[in-house]
């Protein structure tokens, strides 16, 4: 598992962001804050509802100046496919068939060669700010991701269930 306040390991991934297909790096997203969020796989129970979870808070992010990457090991076509019959999603979908951008972010499941539930913050300067990962049976909360992203944005000490326009601490020791 990668730490803190390293450099976001590089990629260069085949995706699919409202019905076209390109190639998406991490370079992409250069400047602005990048929420990676892998899953195990298209077509499952838990997995829609995170999906559908960040189209619906898709604006909140751009408005935050962060982008959303959902990555799996699925392929291209399934995942035109899945995002069809999800009625439109309008991030991109990652394909990562080889999994080595899981293995490169340590969130793969070398048991069953997917991707556990896991999100990655990074930073506008590439650094990986936030990372956690979740049991497989238990689906992420975006509300928490967007609240992450916005609290790290801050520079500021946010206290626990911190929101934007409360009270904060000091800047943080972060550089």
Same mark, same amino acid.
């Given at each position: 598992m990668l730490t803190l306040n390293v450099s976001a390991p590089a990629f260069s991934l085949e995706g699919v962001c409202s019905g076209a297909q390109r190639r998406y790096q991490l370079a992409d997203a250069q400047g602005r804050w990048l929420v990676l969020f892998f899953y195990p796989a298209d077509f499952t129970f838990l997995c829609p509802t995170e999906i559908l979870g960040f189209q619906q808070h898709r604006a909140e992010f751009e408005a935050?100046?962060?982008?959303?990457?959902?990555?799996?090991?699925?392929?291209? $076509?399934?995942?035109?496919?899945?995002?069809?019959?999800?009625? /439109?999603?309008?991030? @991109?979908?990652?394909?990562? *068939? !080889?999994a080595q951008v899981c293995r490169a972010y340590g969130v793969l499941n070398e048991q069953d060669?997917?991707?556990?539930?896991?999100?990655?913050?990074?930073?506008?300067?590439?650094?990986?700010?936030?990372?956690?990962?979740?049991?497989?049976?238990?689906?992420?909360?975006?509300? $928490?991701?967007?609240?992450?992203?916005?609290?790290?944005?801050? /520079?500021?000490?946010? @206290?626990?269930?911190?929101? *934007? !326009?409360?009270?904060?601490?000091?800047?943080?020791?972060?550089?």
């Open positions: 935050n100046s962060a982008m959303v990457f959902a990555i799996s090991v699925d392929g291209v $076509e399934s995942h035109k496919e899945w995002a069809r019959e999800l009625g /439109g999603i309008d991030f @991109p979908l990652l394909s990562d *068939p !080889g060669q997917r991707a556990h539930r896991a999100t990655v913050i990074v930073s506008r300067q590439g650094e990986i700010a936030y990372l956690v990962v979740s049991p497989m049976n238990v689906g992420r909360s975006v509300g $928490e991701t967007l609240r992450v992203v916005q609290a790290l944005q801050s /520079g500021r000490l946010c @206290p626990a269930d911190w929101r *934007p !326009g409360q009270p904060t601490g000091e800047p943080s020791l972060r550089r």
